[in-house]
């Protein structure tokens, strides 16, 4: 069945979206990649959900810088975090964005970012925090600060997935792309109990998970990507260099171009770097390069996220049976257990108004 994507302006969706897994989107990427973003997202999930039925919401984050282009799409598409409680999604998936400070807590939009991680922990059956998302979730968590790389980690990565989890069943090594200045050390996080799901001897920490309340899974990469998106990257960074926007000119991505683009390329760069001027942007081989380019990394990406979604089908309908079992132990006259947490999709304490978790609910 194809996916449902409720963009709120359809009120056939949801008489549609009846028994589907509710998946919620916060789409945080700037506005240069903000519909790109949503596109990949939605062409994922739908190549992976096979005979799960999910319907798509997509929501915003107050404090990301947006441009008037950007704010009016995100306005006329998008529900803001304060609909989030209420909404009866089940699972969440969050990306991250371009950072403008230093440290993750001097960004616009922290405490908000924060709350959303609060909320999520309480009232989702799992959540996925892709690349800064994953690196501000685990600074807010556990305290864990990421750490500045001395180059760009900036590719495709063959990864090594472990075995015995459900997200990687089916999975050996995998190719990832990824793109980021920092990374997340696997001796620190494994140190706070988290669980490394796949590695990658250059790249490092790929996947890696927390089961808490609900289960965190954490994206140092981008499964997510087209063929294009790197190259997209890549030629923004170069144009940057060009213009003194920055200093270092940017590496070759790894393991992303064939031999003729990486020629191209490699010899454009070159020039770049004895006689730095802006006009060189024109010569950037756009066309040629796109020719090369394949997402073979995107069956594994599916994978991912059917394996994802299919855990989040089976956690579902597992929390819809608590009652029943409740039911069952009082009518048997043993006790029913208490829990000290926050009802599901409670809409008072989160993004509206003071937070108190001292909740107690039936499990």
Partial sequence: MPLLVDRGSDPRIAKAADGCVEIGLVNNMPDTALEATERQFIALLEAASGETRVRLRLFSMPGVPRGERGQRHVDKFYRGLRELPGSGVDALIVTGTEPRAASLRNEPYWHWFGELIDWAEANTVSTVWSCLAAHAAVLHLDGIARHLLTDKCFGVFECTNADGHPLTAGQGRVSVPHSRWNELREDELLAHGYEVLA?????????????????????????????????????????????????????????????????????????????????????????????????????????????????????RSRQAALPARIMAAAAAGRPAAFVERRRRNDPSGFFTGPRDRRVLART
Wanted: aromatic content about 12%.
């Fill in 199 to 315: 590695r990658s001897p250059q790249a490092g920490v790929d996947t890696f998970a927390r089961q808490g309340r609900s289960l965190f899974v954490f994206l140092q990469g981008h499964p997510e990507y087209d063929a294009l998106s790197l190259l997209g990257e890549y030629r923004r960074d170069f144009a940057r260099f060009l213009r003194g926007e920055r200093e270092v000119c940017p590496t070759l991505p790894h393991g992303y171009f064939d031999a003729a683009a990486m020629q191209a390329v490699s010899e454009l760069r070159t020039r770049a770097l004895a006689d730095r001027r802006e006009e060189l942007l024109a010569e950037f081989p756009v066309v040629a390069l796109e020719q090369g380019l394949r997402a073979g990394w995107r069956p594994a990406a599916e994978r991912l996220y059917g394996n994802w979604l299919r855990e989040v089908t089976a956690r």
